[in-house]
């Protein structure tokens, strides 16, 4: 089965939307002003469309996300829930699985990496195939978030034990034949490094979403 949020698990984050039980205080201080959290005020709710893979295939399912404001600063701040991504309508846990199976892999094309037992997922309605391009704009995505939050997730590792053990297991390296670039070389690395260590920092992209 490949890697999806469930329908249950996005309708059990709606219910607690409409419960009133989302609360600033799991965010991560304001990035502008660094006023901490349960200081926020609730600011808007935003429905947003998520795409989950059921059979292989690809559906959609709707849920309100849940926006805070500084009340220092006046920015605005989404909280993520932990099958959500910025952005991005295929769930965190698609995201995550598709990438890192195409990132801990020296071999795996992006063509490979859509294959999930011989098949591919399509969408429910139109019949379009998950694309092997997808899963390319998928670890840009998750470089970019490890990038803008590699200072915190250090200092996690370092204040982590568990990790403090295998902070140096070996070179992280990834095969010339899977980059043109240097930058994307870069995304590669950045994106293997974090798989690596979320194992001992037992953290997802939900906590990077929301700021650690
Ligand atoms: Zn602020």
């Known amino acids: 089965m ?4 469930t329908y249950e698990q996005i309708k059990a984050y709606q219910q607690q939307v409409e419960k009133n039980k989302i609360t600033p205080h799991g965010l991560g201080p304001c990035p502008r002003c ?10 808007a709710y935003r429905e ?6 059921v059979d292989m295939l690809v559906k959609a399912v709707f849920c309100t996300l849940v926006r805070f404001k500084c009340t220092d600063c006046g920015k605005t701040i989404t909280s993520y829930p932990d099958f959500a991504i910025p952005h991005k309508h295929y769930s965190r846990q698609t995201i995550e699985g ?3 199976a195409y990132v801990e892999d020296d071999q ?5 990496a859509v294959i999930i037992d011989d098949a591919v997922a399509e969408r429910a309605v139109s019949g379009r195939a998950l694309a092997p391009s997808s899963i390319h704009r998928w670890i840009g995505t998750l470089a970019a978030l490890i990038i803008a939050n590699e200072d915190a997730l250090k200092k996690s590792l370092q204040e982590n034990s568990a990790a403090q053990l295998c ?5 992280i390296q990834i095969p010339k034949k899977k980059c043109k670039t240097s930058n994307r ?14 194992g001992f920092l037992k953290i997802s ?8």
Do not use: M
Not at 167 to 171: M, S
Not at 205 to 212: A, D, G, L, S
């Open 2 to 5: 490949p890697p999806t949020a």
């Open 34 to 43: 660094h006023l901490e959290s349960i200081f926020f005020k609730l600011h």
């Open 48 to 53: 947003r469309r998520f795409l989950v893979i």
């Open 98 to 100: 598709f990438s890192r």
């Open 108 to 112: 795996k094309t992006y063509q490979d």
């Open 167 to 171: 902070r140096h297991p070996g070179p």
């Open 185 to 198: 070389r870069h995304c590669l690395l950045r994106c293997r490094w974090f798989f690596k260590i979320q």
């Open 205 to 212: 992209f939900h906590r990077v979403c929301n700021k650690i």
